[in-house]
């Protein structure tokens, strides 16, 4: 099966512009979710979405990120406008839900540097 | 709150020697938890978890986690280490519901040859 698929790998923007990452998840697994990862924060949950709804947002995140889920099988993350404090990896990941089924499969993310 | 502690950041071990990295936690339900690792520019990949039954899970790679509802730990445990486990492993937490992962801030694990 394959895994987590995050494009592109590297993303270089400059500050005021939008940038949309993209993610497709394994097939049949129902949670997605978007993480954001920088060496000082970690890991911090920008969204969460269970069957195409979305479940949670990061709230601190919601003025200029926006996911969303077009299908079961491909989401995107737009973040408008970019700013240079975005510079950070950002992570996909899906899993299936239910006892048993909480393990996440993760993409190997996007590199995003803002200018 | 829900929480998840590691309280070291970075931990450096002689290939061969035993490795054992901390988590600490905080919830007040039944937790479900993970320890996941990432090799240099790559994702996360799940090394072993832990919902019910023997608190002692066995994981990939040689690792295992020991969970202790009374210490609300689940610290990772490798009995010999080799150069290839250099790599920051994540602590993580998920209540039940399915509430989305709280992960801690990791622990940067060096073997030295």
């Known amino acids: 099966d394959a895994g987590v698929t995050q494009t592109p790998r590297h993303e270089v923007a400059e500050k005021g512009q939008t940038i949309i990452l993209k993610c497709e998840p394994v097939?049949?697994?129902?949670?997605l979710f978007w993480y954001r990862q920088t060496k000082i924060q970690g890991l911090e949950l920008l969204s969460y979405?269970?069957?195409?709804?979305?479940?949670?947002d990061g709230g601190a995140f919601k003025d200029r990120f926006k996911a969303e889920m077009l299908n079961s099988s491909f989401s995107t993350l737009k973040i408008q406008p970019t700013e240079p404090k975005d510079s950070a990896v950002y992570l996909c990941?899906?899993?299936?839900?239910?006892?048993?089924?909480?393990?996440?499969?993760f993409g190997s993310g996007t590199r995003l540097t803002v200018l | 709150a829900q929480s998840v502690t590691q309280p070291d950041a970075r931990v450096t071990v002689s290939e061969g020697a035993s490795l054992q990295l901390r988590c600490k936690y905080s919830?007040?339900?039944?937790?479900?938890l993970f320890w996941y690792v990432q090799y240099p520019r790559q994702g996360l990949q799940l090394l072993l978890k832990?919902?019910?039954?023997?608190?002692v899970v066995q994981g990939v790679n040689g690792f295992e986690a020991e969970f202790s509802k009374s210490n609300s730990s689940f610290h990772l445990r490798k009995a010999s280490v080799h150069w290839s486990d250099s790599a920051v492993y994540f602590c993580?937490?998920?209540?039940?519901?399915?509430?989305?992962?709280?992960f801690g801030t990791g622990t940067t694990v060096s073997v030295s040859p």
């Open positions: 990941a899906s899993s299936t839900p239910g006892l048993g089924g909480r393990g996440l499969y």
């Open positions: 097939s049949g697994h129902n949670d």
């Open positions: 979405f269970r069957s195409k709804s979305l479940m949670e």
């Open positions: 919830y007040s339900g039944t937790p479900y």
């Open positions: 832990y919902y019910s039954g023997d608190p």
């Open positions: 993580v937490l998920s209540a039940q519901g399915g509430r989305a992962l709280i």
